[in-house]
């Protein structure tokens, strides 16, 4: 039995699972967690993965090994390998003025066109003119570049600056890789923090894999949500993730290239693209307004069931946190149609409910305008487990709603990719074995919901 290990090192903790390659039989998992913070020593996700290993039972019987990581980030090298720096993580948000700057110098339109995306603070890119800026002495010190999968895959090999590789999907998240051909951008490089010499990782195929110190062979590993995509077997499917923040994905056989920077045009973990948006509010104004009406998430769940579709014209529009999607950093939440009659606690809690998924609305439409074609959508992350999520999600988007078990599908899509390490071939393996149950939700489409939403929302835009 040939065993593989994908591996999901996150901002909050590191997971692996083990698998047989041949099925996808899941053997033994483990984890550790991450301490929180937007920087942290990338020793921390050392340590991070070896207590995940340990916690699996080892890997002495492990034939290939695929690191999946949180995207974008800046880890910084000197000539002898050793850290510069802490890393500074995706949430980061120092580097917004950066951001904002890079954006005015080329044009947004032409990062797009360029890159498949313009830079937002999560980017390396704009962490970079961030460093060159803010502390030019380290910059001066840095010989490479990578991102926290790269670097826990290098150590795992390790040698020298010149093992570091890395993938497409990771790679197109840095603000200077164009995932058409598949090189780097060393003048955008150059604009960024003046040093388009840099020694940046290596780009491997999705197939391809390295030999390890340790003797399993290492993939090319994946970003997070590129390898959620290989983990959940989505095929065709939108996939969208409510956690804190809510995701919305796709599979492309074109890359994007949105100028208002509402569609990141990112890589997928095999040969395409993965059209992504993301909003800010998703589980946690759930969480908030189960905390004010009291008894928690299962009781939220309960009142918004008990509510008619629409909440009786009670409309939360919830930008508790501003909003990225559409572009409102300073915009609050806001709550509309309350009269005597109805401002209720089920109207709420269902207003709640159906706020957050029309906000995740605004990024099915981005995709759609980008020529995605939407049939169903697959519905993960923490705010899936709610009946009430799950069963007004489909009169929200208006499509089919598949809504899997609960799982480490980064991880299982990076154990997906060690599979492909090894046995090669065009696709990656289907394994009948890991696929998740899933629930199928359906119900007619609640157009007056979503246009009472669009309605509240527009008070933001004319701003």
Sequence with gaps: MTLVAGVDSSTQSCKVVIREAETGRLVRSGRAAHPPGTEVHPEVWWSGLLAAFADAGGLDDVAAISVAGQQHGLVCL?????VVRDALLWNDTRSADAARDLVAELGAPVWAQRTGSVPAASFTVTKLRWL????PGNLARTAAVCLPHDWLTWRLRGGGTAELTTDRSDASGTGYFDSRTGEYCRDLLELACGRGDLILPR???PRESTSSAAGPRLAAGAGDNAAARLGLAAGADVVVSLGTSGVVSASSA?????PTGIVAGFADAAHGHLPLVCTLNAARVLDTVAGVLGGGLSRLSELALSAAPGANGVVLVPY?????TPN???ATGALHGLTTATATPANIARAAVEGVLCGIVAGLEA????GVSISAVRLTGGAAALEAVREIAPTVFGVPVLVPEPGEYVADGAARQAAWALRGGAEAPAWPESAPPVRRYEAPAADAVRERYRTARSKYLER
């Design 78 to 82: 000197d000539e002898s390998g050793d």
């Design 132 to 135: 060159a800026e803010h502390e």
């Design 203 to 205: 780009v491997l195929g």
């Design 254 to 258: 074109l890359r994007p290239a949105d």
């Design 320 to 324: 508790f946190d501003g909003e990225r």
């Design 328 to 330: 409102l950093p300073t």
């Design 367 to 370: 995709l759609t305008a980008q």
